[in-house]
């Protein structure tokens, strides 16, 4: 099993940006690949991006490609997600999740573990 802790999230005006972390601890995390969810109120969960086990695919959500860049760091046993460009729609509770394989990266229920998440609000 992994246990996953976020971090970095904020208040942050229009255009700003913001770094989340993501810290795991337990089984190998190379072993993971590592996918970043956000969910705004009264919607569903969304993909956002992912990661493969060292890092050498990445994947991202059209609404956030350009802007957004994931990262992974196996010997510290944490995924980043920078967030530049900040529109007041990219407002949600984002979440980092894990699991062995990466088919069908975006799908959040091919997903085995999960953080509590953290909040990215976005003013106007």
């Known amino acids: 099993q992994v246990q996953l802790v976020e971090s970095g999230g904020g208040l942050v005006q229009a255009g700003g940006s913001l770094r989340l972390s993501c810290a795991a601890s337990?089984?190998?995390?190379?072993?993971?690949?590592m996918g970043w969810f956000r969910q705004a109120p009264g919607k569903e969960r969304e993909f956002v991006a992912a990661?493969?086990?060292?890092?050498?695919?990445?994947y991202y959500a059209d609404s956030v490609k350009g802007r957004f860049t994931i990262s992974r760091d196996n010997a510290k046993n944490t995924v980043n997600l920078q967030l530049n460009s900040l529109k007041p729609e990219d407002t949600a509770v984002y979440y980092c999740?894990?699991?062995?394989?990466?088919?069908?990266?975006?799908?959040?229920?091919?997903?085995?573990?999960w953080g509590q998440g953290t909040q990215v609000t976005v003013s106007s």
């Open positions: 999740a894990a699991r062995d394989y990466g088919t069908n990266y975006y799908n959040q229920y091919k997903y085995d573990y």
């Open positions: 337990g089984r190998a995390f190379s072993r993971y690949w």
């Open positions: 990661i493969s086990w060292i890092g050498g695919s990445t």
